[in-house]
């Protein structure tokens, strides 16, 4: 016996639908709707939980280079690539991250070479346009993940850099989703990959391990690849209680 799974279209529509409900971070914001207040708390909650990211963007290094954000969510570093000086670009698969994107930029007086809703799965650029290729917590929510990762490297100049997260199938994070949706579900047949499939966010996201990335990078056209993990505010047992962790 079979069961039907999703096609990738049917995933895509159902990713799409998730993130353009609400848009990635804006749930944080106070004030009016694409105020500078509103903007500034979500800047301010986002690098006060993630410190991390600003280490691993290292958006110093944009200047002047043409920088290419892949899934800029609320665009909250997108406004630090900005602000770097970056020749910017960014794309969403939603609208409602690319009208927060474009606010975004208008209220603190930038301009991005371009912006739009387009897929990471097929990216609307040439070959080798970009210096620097950036997505946090994108490609893993997308169907085709690897179709993506191709796509970044295939828009990456010879000697430009990709700077890319995604989940890592063995967090605690991913630990402590196991214990919540299948541990005390008595669903114990569930795997890791099942409950972040079923649980983490938008429907179908996957989670990788280190050695995973590394194989996979090991076939494409990249070298000086480090592929390393982060323990983040969202590993935190203790900014919940054990039985009330959070789904996102
Ligand atoms: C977890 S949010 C991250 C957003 C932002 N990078 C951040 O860190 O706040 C995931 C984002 O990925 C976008 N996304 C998912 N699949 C995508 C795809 N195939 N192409 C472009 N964007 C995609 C969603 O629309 C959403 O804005």
Not at 71 to 89: E, I, M, Y
Not at 203 to 222: C, D, F, H, Q, R
Request: proline residues 2%.
């Amino acid at each position: 016996m079979v069961t039907k799974t999703h096609s990738m279209e049917d995933l895509k529509e159902k990713v799409h639908d998730y993130w353009d409900a609400e848009t990635c971070g804006s749930q944080f914001g106070e004030g009016k709707k694409f105020s500078k207040e509103y903007f500034d708390i979500i800047e301010k909650d986002r690098y006060d939980k993630e410190p991390e990211i600003k280490e691993f963007a290292n958006f110093s290094e944009g200047k002047d280079k043409r920088v290419l954000e892949v899934g800029v969510g609320a665009a909250t570093d997108f406004l630090q690539w900005a602000r770097s000086g970056a020749k910017l670009n960014g794309i969403d698969l939603t609208p409602q991250a690319i009208e927060h994107a474009r606010h975004r930029l208008e209220v603190y007086g930038f301009k991005a070479e371009s912006l739009q809703v387009s897929d990471a799965e097929n990216l609307p650029f040439k070959d080798n346009e970009f210096d620097i290729v950036y997505s946090w917590g994108v490609i893993h929510h997308s169907p085709n993940t690897l179709q993506a990762l191709k796509e970044i490297i295939r828009v990456l100049k010879p000697g430009g850099k990709a700077k890319i997260m995604i989940y890592n199938r063995h967090s605690y994070l991913t630990y402590f989703f196991w214990v919540k949706h299948a541990l005390l579900k008595f669903k114990w047949n569930l795997s890791l990959a099942d409950v972040l499939w079923h649980n983490m966010e938008s429907y179908g996201t996957k989670g990788y391990t280190v050695k995973e990335i590394e194989s996979i990078l090991a076939k494409e056209p990249v070298s000086n690849s480090k592929v390393f993990t982060y323990y983040t505010y969202y590993d935190k047992m203790e900014r919940h209680g054990f039985l009330s962790i959070d789904d996102c």
